[in-house]
């Protein structure tokens, strides 16, 4: 191993092997950002166990974690394979002198088999550790393994990125115990960093307690903090040649709609208006229920850049969505100025849009991914909209602001997010919140469909096709699964069929090809199709006015928000919109109560509130935002608000971001990776 005397925290966790070559477990976690050593420090122990040293069988209970001396008595080692590996299930016992231990450990290495095998042929005293269980009369330890130490407190890790948490155990364990001193403190802080961290894993026998881990987590939630801070500085220190409009100009470009923008909406447009005169870039995100304008606010955004002769972009995660803009978007706009990329565009007809990009003929560029590859080059890029924005990742939309001459940035969500979850992840951008509906929308009513109620439900249905009128119907899969009780498309579609004989019924799903769903939406849109059985796709990008019915089943199983998301399929015009809920007969108390809550509430703010309390903001917002391994390790804005609260506050009470400087130069926060560009 290389000479720990001169490891640093910013070392690469390649110094802690012996071998020159680095092995697979080691570049697996390199693999996903876990590269130095204060990476590896903040992947935290899953549990910590109290040892039981020596007991009798009889005294333990099911999951003790134990430590036993004895002599091996029995030993059976079956091989087994996983594909081509030799594995092996080894059943043996243990006899200490206060009684016999099962012992078994499944899918072992060979190394293990001959490590035991070794100590049952020569006789030899062993001590193991592991978790106990019942098995019948006997006292069982599984998987245990060798003794590691004496502490009185075991941890174990968790698998990342498939490296199994001993393997972690082991390399964290090399790291030199010198550096856990030199881990930089924050003055006005009582609690120490270095012994908390030192604490959680098991370090010179600290005892990790509640205040360590309030530490871990301030610590955690300052990162993330600083972060946002130190980018939104960064945006304000830069100049950019500002724009100037009159207030006739933007007059003009809001009685292009024929209703009257919400206050809400004049409110947003009128902060975008004094952002893109600042001086400053534009990086506002624009949230609101589904169905309030915030559409309308962007392509008026969009004619303002473009009054400009400046381009405009603006990029949606799904071609459904994306293509939906560009119907909607291109009659504001000359045919010859407008245009539609996307993976399904032809070969031949990318290169002449990559042109006519180029030389500037083309103004506005709608599209999905494609709007960031290579070959896309524009000459004077200066607004990106992203919609659905949550649904990219933070390099996809980096490369799509690295094409800009000016990267103003307006960002959409359709799923309100909750305020302390917007400070905690959007904190550097500016917010317009549009909540007030437009008055010539309808919106949705909303029932859950019990049982006994079917036959009913089934009548109004019939009688709202029979007004010509036309639906959805939900499911979460497309077909049935050992895991989940629920019907298939098909199956849905079969009984619908044999409800309504003489109604036009399509299916649509993820797994046909992109232009089989463009058929059918057509279709739909068309009013060639009545009703439409579906996957979660038709979620965004589909806006059918004469759809008044939204049909879910098994709503149990979607998440709050993407319930609201998908009752916002209808009732968005001067129809009236209505959601039935048909649940899977037994549900749970819990399941229960938050359909009821959705049957209740329509504000799409409260039910994303709602939805964050009920599944966490990893769920809410995708995997990108958090949950994984470079996202929150243990705090929960939630649970944790508390200490997120103190966090903002002494930020905001200290504004020199100097005061952080060790903070700064500790967790390399000054580099492109987290400035500038990460919005």
Known sequence: MSNTSKLSWSSSISELSKTKKIPKSIAKLQEIGISTLKDLCWIFPTKFYQVKKDPSPQDCQDKDYIRVTGKMVSFNARPIFKGRV??????????????????????SYSSLKEKINTHYQDEKIITLEGSVSQNGPWTQMVNPSLKSNDSDTVITYPTVNKVRGTFIKNLIAKIPSELWSEVPELKFIDISLSESLAAIHNFNNIKFHNDHLERIKYEEFLQDQLKIKLRKSDKLSKAVSPFKFNKSEVSKFTKLFPYTLTKDQLLCLDEITKDLESGHTLSRLIQGDVGCGKTTIAIIAMKLIHSKGKQVALMAPTENLAFQHYQT?????????????????????????????????????IGTHSLFQDKVIYKNLCLCIIDEQHKFGVDQRIKLFKKCEIPHCLLMSATPIPRTLRLSQYGDLDVSVIKEMPAHKKGFKTRIVKQENFEKFLS????????????YIVLPNIDKTEFRDTHSIEEINNEFSSYFPKTKIETLHGKMDSDEQKKIIKQFRDGTTNVLISTTVVEVGIHVPNATLMIIYHPEYFGLSSLHQLRGRVGRDSKQGFCFLIPTNTLGQSQNERLLFFEKENDGFKISEQDLIFRGEGDLFGKNQSGSINGRRVTSIIED??????????????????????????YDLMNNKYIGNLI
């Open 86 to 107: 030799r594995l092996f299930q080894i059943k043996s016992s243990i006899e200490t002198n206060n009684g016999i231990f099962s012992l078994i450990w499944f899918n």
């Open 329 to 365: 978007i291109q009659s504001f706009f000359e045919y010859s100025e407008i245009a539609y990329l996307s993976s399904s565009v032809s070969q031949k007809q990318k290169k002449i849009l990559n042109e006519k990009i180029l030389n500037g003929e083309i103004k506005v560029i």
């Open 460 to 471: 109004f249905f019939k009688t709202r096709l029979d007004l010509g009128e036309q639906a």
């Open 641 to 666: 608000i508390g200490i997120f609260n103190n966090v903002v506050s002494d930020l905001d009470n200290h504004d020199d971001l100097l005061l952080f400087s060790q903070h700064i130069k500790f």
